[in-house]
């Protein structure tokens, strides 16, 4: 199914936590220990798990130890108690294997929560940034952060948070239950240790060097493999598809070898890992065999000592990995709060009462001397623009390619930034207004409208909610999609493909103007919603534009002088400024330009309209 419609889906988002703006300056383990604190109570418990697991882990080898020094003594005087420590032993495994699978439970199912509240957090968002943070960040990096970046968060706020815990409690009861069988011995098991952990902790830093390296390659693979699919059209018609694998191939190959690198370690690290366990054991044996011929330790007490080494090992086994996964991790936050970090205006977060929101557009919308410039450019694309639009009215806006249509269309709406004092909707400044209040009174449908891959009935119905302003069937008349719909698989119920890629150029547009239609508003603004029709219904659509449009007004944007003829009055645009304005009547006598256009389409429109198709000729 479609997102949900724009209206509720802002009222569900303005009461989310990520919508207030956060300090760039905090640090990453404040911005993650806010993560953690919503889930505090399963943490809380966990940590409980875990050290009851490590109390049970520790007094599971004492049991162990005096059963076999009873198997060493009479077994027949020993049997009462030798049973007993059996029994217990196995309630005691019994009960760490229930603790251990709640500790894992209560870490794990948190890491889980936090990865969806992460992505939830971004991509509402995402959905508040404008266009200057996505023309610098391009798709794929942002699917690639929120998809893969965000797995080193959920490991780190799962399987990271439970082995820090678990180290914890390791390294304190273990060494303290050695230490009171044998001072000596334990400190001969330190060495191999301490030495392990200093030649892999090298290791670690240069992995953790190569996983930075490597999530921004897997982000520069994923903004090529967008690229590449959104232009598959444009490669299979030019048939240059080796180009397009070979594009891919490379920076996948980048990525291959940066990811075979960090094999090579991991082969290299996590053998003298598991080989520190087998060398602690030697020496216990070594020198610990020594001390039971000697008398100092009983045999029991060795065979205990032996599994303490192995609970003693495991931990820092395990400290390397997780310290890179923590490395990890934070890099991943770091990577994350590209997005988070964004600051939203605080206007966009502040709405109107429900009550005056209705009332915008009441007395309509003055433009008063606009002129924009674009970001690093120094000639400005529209100046000193000034024209009102009130309710009732149709207007039309007229120019040719690059006069400055749709930069002032994005004014009007807002995905332009503009200076303050510009462009009012009845006494506000839409500069002071939030996205939202403009956007519930002004709609503009472009020429290159877009559609979610889902069916006709869904994309027309798009920001509707649950109210039905005219049947589909009407609508798709208005549009003049009905009959094509009534040939469609599923009729209205087809699904039309991602971005509409089974429609063509012009289908998408009379569905587009189909939403435009069911969803009226205060202002609808049509930006060359026509450009891909052609004559006969182009006549027709505007004829339904006229007659049906439910919207109090409506702007015209086009280059074409015939699709203008019926508004009530039209600005000609050349080089961004306004150099006429009047009826299309009064246009034909005072402006040569508007003059010329329209003479110029006439002569076009009859030469095509006398022209015989193919099968005239033929016969």
């Given amino acids: 199914m479609l997102p949900m419609p724009p209206k509720r889906t802002a009222d569900i988002l303005s009461n989310h936590a990520i919508l207030s703006n956060r300090s760039a300056e905090e640090s990453n383990w404040r911005f993650f220990f806010r993560y953690l604190y919503r889930h505090k109570w399963s943490y809380g418990l966990g940590v409980l798990m875990l050290l009851a697991t490590n109390w049970l882990a520790v007094s599971i080898p004492r049991y162990i130890g005096i059963a076999i020094d009873l198997l060493q003594e009479s077994l027949a005087q020993n049997q009462a108690q030798f049973n007993s420590n059996i029994v217990l032993i196995m309630g005691l ?34 959905t508040y940034l404008q266009r200057d943070f996505y023309s610098s960040h391009p798709t794929g990096t942002l699917i690639s952060i929120v998809n893969n970046d965000i797995n080193g968060i959920r490991a780190l706020a799962g399987v990271v948070m439970l082995q820090v815990f678990n180290i914890s409690f390791a390294l304190s009861f273990t060494p303290y239950k050695m230490w009171q069988l044998s001072p000596q011995l334990t400190l001969y098991c330190m060495v191999p240790v301490v030495l392990t952990f200093m030649v892999s902790s090298r290791a670690i830093g240069k992995m953790r060097r190569m996983v930075k390296v490597r999530m921004e390659e897997l ?32 920076d996948n190959e980048v990525l291959l070898q940066r990811s075979v690198q960090l094999a090579r370690i991991r082969t290299l690290v996590l053998p003298i890992l598991g080989y520190t366990d087998r060398l602690i054991k030697v020496l216990i044996l070594a020198v610990g065999g ?52 964004q600051e939203i205006p605080a206007k966009d977060l502040q709405h109107l009462p429900e009550a005056e929101r209705q009332q915008l557009f009441s007395s309509g919308v003055r433009v008063t001397n606009l002129s924009f410039t674009y970001p690093g450019q120094t000639e400005p694309v529209l100046k000193n623009i000034s ?233």
Wanted: aromatic letters at 8%.
């Fill in 387 to 619: 024209f009102e639009i009130r309710p009732g009215q149709t207007v039309g806006i007229l120019g040719q390619v690059g006069s400055g249509k749709s930069t002032l269309v994005n004014c009007l709406n807002r995905h332009l930034d503009i200076e303050p004092g510009r462009i009012f909707i009845d006494q506000h400044d839409i500069t002071q207004l939030s996205r939202r209040d403009l956007r519930s009174a002004v709609r503009t449908i472009t020429q290159e409208p877009f559609l979610f891959s889902d069916s006709v009935l869904n994309n027309i119905r798009f920001s509707a909610g649950d109210q039905e302003s005219q049947p589909i069937d009407d609508v798709l008349y208005q549009s003049d999609m009905r009959d094509e719909v009534q040939q469609f698989p599923e009729r209205e119920n087809t699904l039309v493909g991602e971005k509409g890629i089974l429609l063509s150029g012009g289908q998408k547009q009379r569905l587009s103007l189909a939403r435009a239609m069911y969803t009226p508003s205060k202002l609808m603004i049509l930006d060359n919603v026509l450009s891909a029709v052609d004559n006969e219904t182009e006549r027709f659509l505007l004829e339904q534009i006229f007659e049906a449009m439910q919207s109090q007004s409506t702007l015209i944007v086009s280059h074409r002088a015939s699709v203008l003829e019926r508004v009530d009055y039209i600005l000609v645009l050349e080089q961004g400024e306004i150099v006429a304005r009047g009826t299309h009547q009064e246009l034909l006598q005072t402006s040569p330009l508007y003059r010329q256009t329209w003479q110029l389409q006439q002569e076009g429109d009859d030469q095509l309209a006398s022209t015989p198709d193919n099968g005239e000729q033929s016969q």
């Fill in 219 to 250: 982000q520069a693979l994923s903004t090529r493999s967008v690229e590449l699919l959104s232009g598959i059209d444009v490669i299979k018609s030019n048939h240059i598809q080796p180009w397009a694998r070979e594009e891919f191939a490379e």
């Fill in 93 to 126: 495994a019994l009960a760490m294997m229930g603790a251990r699978t709640l500790s894992r439970m209560l870490f794990f199912n948190p890491g889980r929560a936090i990865e969806k509240e992460l992505k939830d957090d971004a991509f509402s968002r995402l």
């Fill in 290 to 341: 020594g001390y039971v011929i000697q008398s100092g330790l009983s045999l029991g007490e060795l065979v205990a000592f032996l599994a303490y080494a192995t609970l003693l090992a495991m931990p820092f086994f395990s400290m390397a990995m997780i310290w890179s996964a923590f490395q990890s991790g934070f890099l991943s936050i770091s990577s994350l709060r590209r997005i988070l970090d």
